[in-house]
């Protein structure tokens, strides 16, 4: 864990999110890249300077921008943070994705509103584009009053041998950042089995992928969002933490729109994994 990208639209909930990658990278002795994305009328990046001056509204937002990430770059230096600051310019057509593999980052930290709906409310459709493709763990988090604490993680699988390695990577890291994982399969009457089944399905499952022991906890409920955020509710968890399937398919349990509904309704970070990148 050694980059963090914290992509940031200068709002509350993007400084939360940015206040929380602090704690992680203060934990594992990260570097962080804070990111801004400008979306321009043209691309700006063939304009001359003179040019840019037919865009006094674009060349003032710049302006503003860049003030806004120096101050942010500032008050982390002064921590004595590793923090960099990358502003960029997008006509709509290129992703934040890019820069994963391009800057080499290992997590993405994004901030979410919360309630108001995830799909126009997370920091633009740029860091939208993140959750459904990032190919590194996208750890998604909303202000709150109360001390972060990350002991206990609900990890959400659904055993199948193409969520293995994304298994490992999301146990790797949650315990890199001092977390436990509590492994969690919920029953749901569109594809329930009987709890034999689940356990031994879970088995041979932990025996391929797993590292360390786990115990296997099944709850049952009408849909997958509603098991995860009530069994992390009354086990008290401090996050979730899930591998979605980036296609869109019914007879996939963990779609992307299960990971937005979480982070739509759940009071808790949500750490997603795509585990279809590849393929798209």
């Given at each position: 864990m050694k980059k963090l990208l914290v992509?940031?639209?200068?709002?509350?909930?993007?400084?939360?999110?940015?206040?929380?990658?602090v704690h992680l990278a203060q934990k594992v002795d990260a570097e962080?890249?804070?990111?801004?994305?400008?979306?321009?009328?043209?691309?700006?990046?063939?304009?001359?300077?003179?040019?840019?001056?037919?865009?006094?509204?674009?060349?003032?937002?710049?302006?503003?921008?860049?003030?806004?990430?120096?101050?942010?770059?500032?008050?982390?230096?002064a921590l004595g943070l590793n923090v960099s600051e990358l502003l960029h310019f997008s006509d709509g057509k290129e992703r934040v994705i890019q820069f994963l593999s391009l800057e080499k980052i290992d997590m993405v930290?994004?901030?979410?509103?919360?309630?108001?709906?995830?799909?126009?409310?997370?920091?633009?459709?740029?860091?939208?584009?993140?959750?459904?493709?990032?190919?590194?763990?996208?750890?998604?988090?909303?202000?709150?009053?109360?001390?972060?604490?990350?002991?206990?993680?609900?990890?959400?699988?659904?055993?199948?041998?193409?969520?293995?390695?994304?298994?490992?990577?999301?146990?790797?890291?949650?315990?890199?950042?001092?977390?436990?994982?509590?492994?969690?399969?919920?029953?749901?009457?569109?594809?329930?089995?009987?709890?034999?089944?689940?356990?031994?399905?879970?088995?041979?499952f932990l025996e391929k992928f797993a590292f360390y022991t786990h115990g296997i906890h099944i709850y049952g409920a009408y849909n997958v969002e509603r098991g995860i955020i009530q069994y992390a509710k009354a086990e008290n968890a401090d996050a979730v933490a899930l591998i979605t399937h980036g296609k869109t398919d019914l007879q996939q349990l963990f779609s992307p729109s299960v990971t937005e509904n979480l982070v739509t309704y759940l009071d808790k970070p949500v750490i997603s994994l795509n585990v279809t990148t590849k393929d798209k």
């Open positions: 992509p940031t639209d200068f709002s509350t909930y993007a400084d939360a999110a940015l206040d929380f990658a962080i890249l804070i990111m801004h994305v400008i979306l321009t009328p043209v691309n700006w990046a063939k304009l001359t300077r003179e040019q840019e001056k037919l865009y006094p509204d674009t060349l003032e937002v710049i302006k503003k921008a860049k003030i806004e990430l120096s101050a942010r770059k500032s008050r982390l230096s930290v994004m901030g979410s509103h919360g309630k108001y709906g995830f799909k126009s409310h997370v920091l633009g459709s740029n860091t939208y584009t993140v959750l459904r493709k990032s190919e590194v763990p996208v750890f998604i988090v909303k202000p709150g009053e109360e001390v972060f604490s990350f002991k206990k993680v609900v990890l959400a699988t659904d055993f199948k041998e193409s969520s293995g390695k994304a298994f490992q990577v999301l146990g790797d890291t949650i315990r890199l950042l001092g977390g436990e994982v509590e492994l969690l399969y919920v029953n749901t009457p569109a594809n329930f089995m009987e709890d034999q089944k689940i356990r031994e399905m879970g088995a041979q």
